[in-house]
């Protein structure tokens, strides 16, 4: 049995706001990943069986191939490619729903869109330390992911049966994609649970498994092999691995959004490493990806060193600098950080 989790009082304000609401905008994360999309196509699809005038999703730029096959995805508006449109549908929308982010300035470019907006404005989330710039605020950062949390809220609602296929499907996609097909922040019986009714829903997750994780190019696998080979960088007495790719290196390799996802994981199979990082060199800063194993919190040594966060055996930040200046401080951080400190109890 699910236990309760969601504020009563909260759901019932957000059940008034749906009731209310006749224009609905659902806006997340730059880079979105499979979360973000999953949960906002989600809620997309369960608010697509009332009688509204508007829903659209709005990101704030292009997110992956892999994850296109979900039901609505077709109708996304990235903001990037069409930011007065995307401006006007914000600043009309009676309720905005901002998934899977905790501070406003997540959103990139959006920022000054979603904060002038006279919507009501309900975050849904499971980062730490939210910030108070919506009406409502649903933060549980022991879920596993956000669609958990919107998944939850629906059932809250006393919508459970309104969560039909294409919204299972999303919100499996984004908590498989958040837990690395459920190898860490799934350590908790509930979300057994919830997989147990998105499968009565109809859902394949074999089939789901396939299309977000065994449909990439024929580059990507290149690009894995050359990082893997050329670029990664052990630390044995650290227990850590780091490697890079600049954006030199990535146009080689003919990058496309979402062409790194789960390298991070990789070097987490060799014996004996408990921590790795990988950067990847953007426009104007570094992106950097941090996971774990055991009791090293490298959601702490993102937020310490990379202006970042996130969860204990999953996270990232970012740099602004060069490829080398972040590597630098990386090898700082794990003399300050070491994570022979945190040994698995």
Known sequence: MLTKTIDSEKVHKLKTYIDKGDKFVIVTHEMPDGDAIGSSLGLYNYLASFDKKSIR??????????????????????YEQYPDFATQLISEADVIFCLDFNTAKRVGWMTSALLASDARKVLIDHHLAPEDFCNITL???????????????????????????????????????????????????????????????????????????????ESRLRM????????????????????????RELNRFKYRAG?????????????????????????????????????FPCNKFASEYFNGGGHKNASGGEFHGSLDEALAVFEYGLEQFNPNNFEKS
């Open 259 to 295: 062409d790194t996802e789960g390298f991070v994981n990789l070097p987490l199979s060799i014996r004996g490493i408990t921590f790795s990082a990988f950067m990847r060199q953007e426009t104007n800063l570094i992106k950097i990806s941090l996971r774990s194993t055991g009791d």
């Open 139 to 217: 933060s549980n950062p022991q879920m596993s992911s956000t669609s958990e949390l919107v998944f939850r809220i629906i059932c809250a609602l006393g919508d459970a049966d309104l969560i039909e296929k294409d919204s299972a499907e999303c919100f499996y996609t984004g908590m498989m994609t958040d837990t690395g097909s459920f190898t860490y922040n799934s350590n908790n019986e509930s979300i057994y649970v919830i997989i147990g009714e998105l499968i009565k829903k109809g859902i394949d997750k074999d089939e789901i498994y396939r299309r977000v994780y065994q449909v990439y190019s």
């Open 224 to 247: 894995m092999g050359y990082v893997l080979y050329q670029k990664m960088k052990v630390y044995p007495d650290k227990h850590t691995a780091v490697f890079s790719l600049s954006q």
């Open 57 to 78: 999703v709005i990101v704030p730029n292009a997110f992956p191939d892999f994850l296109k096959w979900m039901n609505g995805a077709s109708d996304i508006v990235v």
